[in-house]
């Protein structure tokens, strides 16, 4: 530790750095049984469509419970999946679980909306991606035009080349592309130009800067026409309030999701509402 710090940066250790390790190091250990043993589950979060209020898709969701009622947040297991490889199980089980919910829904009759499927940049890079989804695919005979992989704009620019050959093999598959979390990375329009996407997702922190901040304001509507110039359609995250619903409605924003509308929720609480196609 000491030494990868440099001759001039003295770092001393201390009993909470140590903690730190090893609160890790336990996790890991916990993560690794919970992904063997298949105790994580998969949340659905809905999508709407903005004009109209019909459910349009569902966004999935990694789940871990690590003991009843506690549950450890993505964002803490996520990252320490993607410095493990573990991500690799994850999110082929959140996939394939996807799929096959969805694929039921369909089969019993509701209204068919798309799902949305969180992929790391760890498999767009070194996995073989397009085989994995085209045998889910196979196996669950879910039409590959209602599955939606959404990549982090961090994780498409990492290798931009290859990011587009592994989304141009997707497209001809007939999966759709969304760009998560947009405005949070290096977003360079040069980039967005070259990205093949069918969606782009506005990042919540914009969203929460509505009624708050003119400046993200512009810049949302601003992202909301540069998108649609392009053919993409937007979606907004992390709607919380009516006041930015109205908003972007008013900017033409095509769907939004957030907790104005609902939480993530198990399948069985999502499914009514999948049925009936609106809130
Ligand atoms: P994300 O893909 O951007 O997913 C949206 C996150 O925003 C979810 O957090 C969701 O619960 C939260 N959210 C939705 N509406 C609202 C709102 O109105 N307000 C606020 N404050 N938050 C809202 P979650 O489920 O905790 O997931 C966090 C992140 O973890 C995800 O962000 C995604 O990057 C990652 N993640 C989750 N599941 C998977 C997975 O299966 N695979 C991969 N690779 N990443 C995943
Ligand atoms: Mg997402
Ligand atoms: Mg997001
Ligand atoms: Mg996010």
């Known amino acids: 530790f000491a030494k990868e710090t440099g001759k001039c940066n003295y770092r001393f250790y201390s009993s909470e750095m140590n903690d730190k390790i090893v609160n890790k190091a336990n996790m890991e250990i916990k993560l690794r049984h919970a992904v063997k043993n298949n105790e994580l ?17 569902v966004e999935a969701l990694a789940r871990w419970e690590q003991s009843k009622y506690d549950f450890v ?74 599955l939606v992989v959404e990549i982090t704009e961090s994780a498409a620019l ?9 989304i141009n093999r997707l497209m001809e598959k ?22 093949p996407i069918n969606m782009l997702k506005i990042d919540k922190s914009f969203v929460a800067g509505i009624t708050r901040d003119p ?26 309030t009516q006041e930015q619903l109205e908003f972007l409605r008013d900017k033409g924003c095509d769907i939004a999701q957030g907790f104005l509308f609902k939480k993530p929720m198990p399948p069985k609480d999502v499914e009514y509402l999948i049925k009936a196609g609106k809130l």
């Not at 589950?41 to 109209?52: A, E, K, N, P, R």
């Not at 694929?103 to 790391?120: A, F």
């Open 41 to 57: 589950g998969v949340f659905y979060q809905l999508q709407v469509d903005i004009q109209t209020g019909a459910v349009t898709g």
């Open 174 to 195: 007939g999966v759709q592309i969304s760009l998560d979390d947009f405005g949070t990375g290096y977003s360079s329009l040069y980039y967005l130009k070259q990205l």
């Open 73 to 146: 947040s993505p964002d803490d297991f996520i990252p320490l999946a993607e410095e493990t490889s573990l991500i690799v199980p994850i999110d082929e089980f959140v996939l394939k679980n996807a799929c096959m919910q969805n694929k039921t829904w369909q089969d019993m009759g509701y209204p068919p909306v798309h799902v949305s499927v969180n992929i790391s940049a760890h498999q767009f890079q070194y996995q073989n991606i397009i085989e994995t989804i085209g045998c889910i695919l196979d196996k669950t005979g879910m039409d590959p035009k209602w």
């Open 158 to 166: 990492k290798d931009f080349d290859s990011t587009v050959k592994v």
């Open 215 to 240: 400046k993200e304001e512009n810049i949302i509507n601003a992202l909301i026409m540069l998108a649609h110039s392009m053919g993409i359609k937007v979606v907004a995250e992390g709607v919380e």
